[in-house]
T-cell receptor
Framework: GENVEQHPSTLSVQEGDSAVIKCTYSDSASNYFPWYKQELGKRPQLIID?????GEKKDQRIAVTLNKTAKHFSLHITETQPEDSAVYFC????????????FGSGTRLSIRP | DARVTQTPRDKVTEMGQEVTMRCQPILGHNTVFWYRQTMMQGLELLAY????????DSGMPKDRFSAEMPDATLATLKIQPSEPRDSAVYFC??????????????FGPGTRLTVL
C-alpha cells in the first residue's frame, strides 16, 4: 500500500525566511497530493494541492512542487510570518489505494520573531 | 459556508463505558472518513465510507470499534468498551469523490476523547 514519509518533523525558521517541507511517496499510481495546515487545537485545513499532471503550483506565499519520477513533493513557504506557525501534513492519494489518502507524519513549523 | 460538524466536541468517560461520536458530512459529499490523532501516531485513518458503504476499516480495532452510516447525513463511530489508550482526538472528514477524479477532504472540528 501507499506510504508517505515527511521531513523534517520539526522546523524552526526566522520570520521572513523561507521554509521547505519535503515528502516522498511509494505508490507510483498516486495522482493527488494535498497539504494541510493544523493550528493548535484546530482541525486540519487544506492550504494547497497539486495533481500529477502539474509540476508546480503557487498561491501567494505558498508553492508546491512535484517530481513524479523521483516520487517526491515539497511545500515551500516564503516570507514566513508568525501565523505560519502550525503543524503541516502532506498526503498522497492514488487509485491503487482505493482513493484512500495517506498522510505524512507532520512537520511542526515554528517561526522565530 | 458548508462545514463538517461533529458531536460531542469533548467527551470524558470512564474505562469500560460506551462512547458514540457523530459526524454530519457536508451535504452532497459521498465519502466520509474517520481519523484518530494522537501525539505519538499522528493522523491515523480508521475507516471510510463511499455512498454509505464501508470501503476500508482496516485501521480500526475490530473488537471494540464500529463505524456506521445510518443515512447520508450521519456517520457514527462507536467504542465499546472504551480503554484509556483510546484517548485521542477523533476527526471526521468528508469529500466528493467522482469517478476518475479526486476532491478535497474537509475536516470536522474533532471530538476530544478522554478515557479515565
Amino acid at each position: 500500500g501507499e506510504n508517505v514519509e515527511q521531513h523534517p518533523s520539526t522546523l524552526s525558521v526566522q520570520e521572513g525566511d523561507s521554509a521547505v517541507i519535503k515528502c516522498t511517496y511509494s505508490d507510483s499510481a498516486s495522482n493527488y497530493f494535498p497539504w494541510y495546515k493544523q493550528e493548535l487545537g484546530k482541525r486540519p485545513q487544506l492550504i494547497i494541492d497539486i495533481r500529477s499532471n502539474v509540476g508546480e503550483k503557487k498561491d501567494q506565499r505558498i508553492a508546491v512542487t512535484l517530481n513524479k519520477t523521483a516520487k517526491h513533493f515539497s511545500l515551500h513557504i516564503t516570507e514566513t510570518q508568525p501565523e505560519d506557525s502550525a503543524v503541516y501534513f502532506c498526503a498522497a492519494l492514488g487509485y491503487s489505494s482505493a482513493s484512500k489518502i495517506i498522510f505524512g507524519s507532520g512537520t511542526r513549523l515554528s517561526i522565530r520573531p | 459556508d458548508a462545514r463538517v460538524t461533529q458531536t460531542p466536541r469533548d467527551k470524558v468517560t470512564e474505562m469500560g463505558q460506551e462512547v458514540t461520536m457523530r459526524c454530519q458530512p457536508i451535504l452532497g459529499h459521498n465519502t466520509v472518513f474517520w481519523y484518530r490523532q494522537t501525539m505519538m501516531q499522528g493522523l491515523e485513518l480508521l475507516a471510510y465510507f463511499r455512498n454509505r458503504a464501508p470501503l476500508d476499516d482496516s485501521g480500526m480495532p475490530k473488537d471494540r470499534f464500529s463505524a456506521e452510516m445510518p443515512d447520508a447525513t450521519l456517520a457514527t463511530l462507536k467504542i465499546q468498551p472504551s480503554e484509556p489508550r483510546d484517548s485521542a482526538v477523533y476527526f471526521c472528514a468528508s469529500a466528493l469523490l467522482t469517478s476518475g477524479d479526486t476532491d478535497t477532504q474537509y475536516f470536522g472540528p474533532g471530538t476530544r476523547l478522554t478515557v479515565l
